[in-house]
RNA sequence: GGCGCGAUAGCAAAGCGGUUAUGCCGCGGCCUGCAAAGCCGUUUAGUCCGGUUCGACUCCGGAUCGCGCCUCCA
């Protein structure tokens, strides 16, 4: 019985879904005008495991992670380069679909891009209008009332009183309240621009706002209700609870509500289950774009082996912070080693896993505990000692198997161990080494041990550890 | 200032009202020509102060410290 945190409820809740076997999942994507960093590598694997667990428990998952592909961020940078704004989007985009891909995460059913959903926002941003839940502005800014939503604040625990009493917004003198967001941007010169009905003094051109993106792409395409919305924990407010306000207020009965807290329509929820994950950190902050504290994908996997990257998110629980440093990837990869190490040698079949059996019943408990990988990990190593000892192809396979449907152990032993991190080894090189082996076993065999022992140093040298057992000599990159 | 989260051994990180988490590191042993890997054993815990309880790392209260959100942010 699977168990999901719920930021809603703020607590652990059975998950029960809408339509029984099936899983409408959306989470919220990258702003693609830069490369990823490892927060962004959160979000995808700790959603990607979401999502395969899912599929494991027999659900049928719909998937939907967007893109923002129009945003002040991207405008800016497109000028500063030179480059048309489909250019850059796409260049970051492919980029994203390449660091993801290494990170072992399987693409979402569906990637929406906000610029292919305008005519869907502009729907919505209608029906907010007409039921008095949003108002244009006199400079065509079009913006959405927060005090027409009774329900404002309920995922984030912030009342409208309390974000007012500390309140840093800058006032935008075209609000009715502070606290209102803009839900369609009149258009600027320079600025890419859609036509809308909203009127204004730009005849209604202009570009939809951030928040209302994703409520119009998760209705179009998991309807009005849906089961699970995750993201980061830094979209939690104000992004999430906007998207509530708006899908919520446009997809209830209510019409015309004024500025009271009373509105009494049909009750519309738009997610049963929100969830998020923490953040990485660096040096116990948020890494971020704006602090500077980044660290790009493309950048770690130039150091370690995208597997160890996987590995090191998974080690930890989701909503846990992850703190980020050399030495935390470093012992991950440690670990992983040691998992690689235990399935060297055997030939590992595929099979099919008895969840009654002991350990994978108990790799199920975990996961099926708010997806628990920290402790799923621990039966993996459990796993591990088992196959050291025994030998036996059932736990090998077995291991293989339960660390699959979280992404993991998948490869040829010998390739990850002897090919991972930056060093992808040339085939001279292992040549080489396997020349290197076999002197060495010749000087062995002839008990001239100074010079066995000056080639395990040569190798030792250049980052490659010989181990010796029964079955010959084999090697690894340190 | 408002709201929220956290504090576990040298490092990282979970569960659990009483029974070994787990990984890395350290130490002892086995194995090895010696190593490495592996196996066996083992040292280091629960920020502080109260309370509940036969019993608390686990529940409750308080303090301290750290972090996050309140502005674009995964």
Aim: glycine residues 6%; charged residues 25%.
């Amino acid at each position: 019985m699977l168990k999901i945190y719920n930021t809603l409820a703020r607590e652990k809740q059975v998950f029960t879904p809408i339509v029984a076997g099936k899983v409408g999942l959306y989470v919220c994507g990258m702003t693609v005008y830069d490369f990823c960093h490892l927060g962004h590598a959160r979000v995808m694997v700790v959603f990607d495991t979401v999502s395969r667990w899912l599929r494991t428990s027999g659900y049928e998952v719909t998937y939907v992670r967007n893109i923002t592909d129009i945003d002040d961020k991207i405008i800016k940078r497109a000028n500063e380069n030179g480059e048309t704004i489909t250019q850059l989007t796409q260049r970051f985009i492919d980029a994203m679909d390449e660091d993801s891909a290494k990170l072992g995460v399987i693409r979402p059913t569906i990637e929406p891009k906000a610029t292919e959903f305008v005519d869907g926002m502009i729907s919505m941003i209608s029906a907010l209008i007409d039921k008095g839940f949003a108002y244009v502005a006199d400079n065509g800014d079009v913006f959405y009332s927060v005090n027409n939503f009774a329900g404002y604040g309920k995922l984030s625990g912030k009342s409208l009183e309390d974000l007012r009493a500390g309140e840093r917004v800058e006032v935008d003198t075209h609000k009715k309240d502070p606290m209102d967001f803009v839900l369609w941007k009149s258009v600027k010169p320079n600025e890419p621009s859609w036509d809308s009905p909203f009127g204004g003094p730009n005849g209604g051109k202009g570009r939809p706002g951030w928040h209302i993106e994703c409520s119009a792409m998760s209705s179009q395409l998991l309807g009005k209700h849906f089961d699970i919305h995750g993201g980061g924990q830094d979209l939690q407010f104000p992004h999430h609870e906007n998207e509530i306000a708006q899908s919520e207020a446009a997809h209830s009965e209510a019409v015309r509500v004024e500025a009271t807290h009373s509105h009494d329509g049909q009750p519309c929820q738009m997610v049963n289950y929100w969830m998020h994950n923490g953040f990485v950190r660096v040096d116990d902050e948020k890494m971020s774009k704006s602090l500077g504290n980044f660290f790009t994908i493309r950048t770690v996997l130039e150091q370690y082996d995208a597997e160890v990257v996987r590995f090191f998110i998974l080690r930890a629980h989701y909503r846990s912070p992850l703190n980020y440093s050399d030495q935390h990837l470093d012992d991950a990869k440690a670990a992983l080693n040691r998992l690689y190490t235990a399935l060297r040698g055997l030939s590992v079949e595929a099979v099919a896993i008895d969840w009654q059996q002991s350990q994978a019943a108990s790799f199920k408990v975990a996961m099926d505990d708010d997806f628990n990988t920290p402790e799923a990990l621990a039966v993996l190593f459990d796993l591990a000692n088992e196959v050291n000892k025994t030998k036996s192809l059932a736990s090998a396979a077995l291991l293989k198997a339960l660390a699959g449907l979280i992404g993991l152990l998948q490869r040829d032993p010998d390739e990850y161990l002897q090919g991972q991190a930056n060093a992808n080894i040339s085939a001279d090189e292992a040549l080489n080494v396997d020349q290197l082996i076999i002197q060495r076993n010749e000087a062995k065999l002839s008990k001239n041990f100074a010079e066995a022992d000056r080639i395990r140093k040569l190798l030792a040298d250049a980052g490659i550890i010989l181990e010796d057992s029964s079955l010959g000599t084999t090697w690894r990159r340190a």
